[in-house]
C-alpha cells in the first residue's frame, strides 16, 4: 500500500498533478489506451510546457526521472520478482541505464531475465526500498555519464557482480548507502572570490 501524504508531497515537489504522473506513467509503459479516464489534452499541453514530455510525446529526462523517483513503501518489496508491479520497477530500473553498448563492449542494458535473477538475489541480501534503487541507480549513470560511460558496469554488473574469489559485491548497495546517507547531494564551495 502507497503512503498517500508521501506520494502527494513528492508531487507537489515536482511540481506535477496526479493526472500528470499518471499520462507519464501511461506513456512509458505504451498504455495509451487507459488514457479515456483523464482530461489528456490538456494534461499533455501541461506537461510539455512544463518540460515532462517532448512535443513529439516522449517522456524527457526530467520526466522520466519524476517516474521512476515516485516514492514507495517497504511493502513493495516482494520476494516473487514476477509479481507485476515488480517487473513495472525493473522496467524503470532498466530504462536508467542508457541504450546501446558501453565502452568495454557490453550492452549496458541487459534482458529482463537476467535482471530478475540479480533481484531475487539483491533482495534476499539487502532491505532497500525500489525509491532508493532507482534514486542509486539515476545517481549511479549520472556520475559515469560525465565521463562518457567509461567503467560503468551494465545493469546486471551493477545489481551483482562476482568476484575472482567466488563473492559478491554489489555496486547497487552501495549507492543505496550513498542516497541513505545524504551524500549524494553536491557540495557546494565555502568560498567565492569575484574577480574584478
Not at 532497500?128 to 545517481?139: G, K, M, N, P, V
Request: proline share 4%.
Amino acid at each position: 500500500m502507497y503512503n498517500m501524504k508521501e506520494l502527494f508531497e513528492y508531487l507537489e515537489l515536482n511540481s506535477i498533478k496526479p493526472n500528470g504522473l499518471y499520462i507519464l506513467w501511461c506513456l512509458s509503459n505504451q498504455r495509451k489506451s487507459h488514457l479515456t479516464n483523464v482530461e489528456v489534452h490538456t494534461e499533455l499541453r501541461r506537461l510539455i510546457n512544463e518540460g515532462f514530455i517532448n512535443s513529439d510525446y516522449s517522456l524527457s529526462t526530467k520526466g522520466l526521472q519524476v517516474l521512476t523517483c515516485v516514492p514507495v513503501t517497504q511493502n513493495d518489496i516482494v520476494p516473487d520478482i514476477k509479481q507485476n508491479d515488480a517487473m513495472d520497477y525493473i522496467d524503470r530500473f532498466v530504462s536508467i541505464f542508457p541504450k546501446g553498448k558501453l565502452p568495454s563492449g557490453k550492452p549496458a542494458r541487459v534482458n529482463k531475465k537476467n535482471l530478475e535473477e540479480a533481484f531475487k538475489w539483491f533482495f534476499k541480501n539487502y532491505t532497500y526500498d525500489w525509491d532508493t534503487i532507482l534514486r542509486a541507480t539515476w545517481y549511479y549513470v549520472e556520475i559515469y555519464e560525465k565521463d562518457n560511460y567509461k567503467y560503468m558496469r551494465n545493469s546486471q554488473y551493477f545489481i551483482r557482480k562476482q568476484n575472482t574469489d567466488k563473492t559478491w559485491d554489489s555496486e547497487l548497495a552501495n549507492c543505496c548507502e550513498i542516497i541513505i546517507n545524504g551524500d549524494d547531494e553536491p557540495e557546494s564551495s565555502h568560498f567565492s572570490d569575484k574577480v574584478v
